[in-house]
């Protein structure tokens, strides 16, 4: 056991081996598996999820976290020093501090209220829709602190409900179950977010992730500049974001594509929502085979928007990966118009951002096209990019002229 010398905090101790806890020091979060001295620490005594003090070789300690014996990443450190238990206290101490950063950016409460280890709460995300909270716990940890997590979103938010989405893909590293209900409250179907001046409907539980992508906002407001009068394609559209944004900026007519039916009738009724189904049309479709048949029949537009999901899950993945990001952006550059503006994006956090924009150069040269990048894009400020945890890094893009050569 550790302690912080007043007995306040009594946590198992978990032992690095000596000089693992450079990168814990440099400010990392992490602690992997073959960095513990299981000799003094065996990871197989500790239950999934459990609270501990994260010591150094010689026992002095780094901070207070919590460990997943079954994941490659073992740990998560979430208070450095031994001053703070990991209860609801902390948490709405951190809740409280993430929220002063986003009543600055926005005069809305629509935002990423908390984004994992930026935030200093790794595993855990909380997107804000006014007064419904939707969380997300990717580790074992944050999934054994629900209750604490509850308590500090009622002490400092007061939401009229909250909802746990626990579906993503990554939870099935920590051995948890995917599965959404409502933590607390009522939610009554749909939630609204405004943005733009807009307002889109969606489903918190039913829909992806946690039911809105607040990471491209800022790339989306960038679009002023290169739709109005535009004809525009969004592909990969889900519930019409990037579309409906670039009519209201003045676009003539948009298309959306997506490949799911209940995200194509959502793109409609959000049309019909805010006025622009004169101007926004939804097709559902495979995006590569969308963008092949208008290519078969000679359609052109002023503006491609690409917003794929991630190609490259995992690192081994790069290779497949990139290529299918060359293929996307070199069908997308064969239908617009001679002066076309492409806007390409990657959420894929092993797709390097030079790696990207080299696709998009070798699709072009193939094509006998010349591109200049306009603009890169990058996640949203609600979103922070914590400067020793290159993994919170993850969305990139650009605003791309196509030429002929």
């Known amino acids: 056991?550790?302690?912080?010398?007043?007995?306040?905090?009594?946590?198992?101790?978990?032992?690095?081996?000596?000089?693992?806890?450079?990168?814990?020091?440099?400010?990392?979060?992490?602690?992997?598996?073959?960095?513990?001295?299981?000799?003094?620490?065996?990871?197989?005594?500790?239950?999934?999820?459990?609270?501990?003090?994260?010591?150094?070789?010689?026992?002095?300690?780094?901070?207070?976290?919590?460990?997943?014996?079954?994941?490659?990443?073992?740990?998560?450190?979430?208070?450095?020093?031994?001053?703070?238990a990991l209860d609801s206290s902390l948490l709405a101490h951190r809740l409280n501090i993430a929220l002063a950063s986003r009543e600055r950016l926005y005069s809305e409460p629509f935002y990423r209220l908390l984004y994992g280890e930026s935030d200093f709460v790794p595993g855990l995300t909380l997107d804000r829709f006014n007064d419904v909270i939707v969380a997300q716990a990717t580790t074992a940890g944050i999934e054994r602190l629900k209750p604490h997590i509850e308590s500090a979103v009622r002490k400092v938010l007061n939401p009229r409900a909250m909802v746990w989405k626990n579906d993503a893909g990554i939870r099935a590293l920590e051995q948890l179950p995917s599965y959404a209900d409502i933590a607390f409250g009522e939610v009554s179907a749909p939630l609204i977010v405004r943005e733009g001046g807009l307002e889109f409907a969606l489903d918190p539980i039913g829909g992806q992730k946690t039911g809105w992508f607040y990471d491209q906002r800022a790339n989306r407001d960038a679009l002023a500049s290169f739709v109005k009068d535009a004809r525009v394609l969004d592909l990969f559209s889900y519930?019409?974001?990037?579309?409906?944004?670039?009519?209201?900026?003045?676009?003539?007519?948009?298309?959306?594509?997506?490949?799911?039916?209940?995200?194509?009738?959502?793109?409609?009724?959000?049309?019909?929502?805010?006025?622009?189904?004169?101007?926004?049309?939804?097709?559902?479709a495979d995006a590569f085979e969308y963008l092949k048949a208008l290519r078969e029949r000679r359609e052109r537009f002023d503006v491609v928007i690409l917003d794929p999901p991630?190609?490259?899950?995992?690192?081994?993945?790069?290779?497949?990966?990139?290529?299918?990001?060359?293929?996307?952006?070199?069908?997308?550059?064969?239908?617009?118009?001679?002066?076309?503006?492409?806007?390409?994006?990657?959420?894929?956090?092993?797709?390097?951002?030079?790696?990207?924009?080299?696709?998009?150069?070798?699709?072009?040269?193939?094509?006998?096209?010349?591109?200049?990048a306009l603009m890169s894009l990058q996640q949203a400020p609600d979103h922070p990019v914590h400067p020793a945890i290159p993994e919170t890094e993850y969305l990139k893009g650009f605003a791309c002229r196509v030429l002929p050569a």
């Open 1 to 84: 056991m550790a302690t912080n010398g007043t007995e306040d905090i009594e946590y198992p101790a978990l032992y690095l081996k000596r000089g693992e806890d450079a990168r814990l020091r440099a400010g990392h979060l992490w602690v992997f598996a073959n960095e513990v001295d299981v000799a003094r620490s065996p990871l197989a005594s500790f239950e999934a999820g459990e609270p501990c003090a994260i010591l150094d070789s010689r026992g002095r300690p780094l901070g207070v976290g919590y460990v997943n014996p079954h994941s490659l990443i073992c740990a998560r450190l979430v208070s450095r020093g031994l001053d703070h």
């Open 239 to 284: 519930l019409g974001a990037w579309g409906l944004r670039a009519a209201s900026m003045g676009a003539s007519e948009v298309v959306c594509v997506d490949a799911s039916a209940p995200a194509v009738t959502a793109i409609e009724s959000n049309a019909r929502r805010n006025g622009l189904a004169d101007r926004v049309g939804a097709e559902r």
């Open 310 to 372: 991630a190609f490259v899950k995992r690192k081994k993945d790069l290779k497949e990966g990139a290529l299918a990001y060359r293929r996307l952006n070199e069908l997308a550059m064969q239908v617009l118009s001679r002066d076309g503006i492409l806007v390409t994006c990657s959420c894929s956090y092993h797709m390097p951002r030079e790696a990207l924009l080299q696709g998009v150069q070798q699709g072009a040269q193939h094509l006998g096209r010349n591109v200049q």
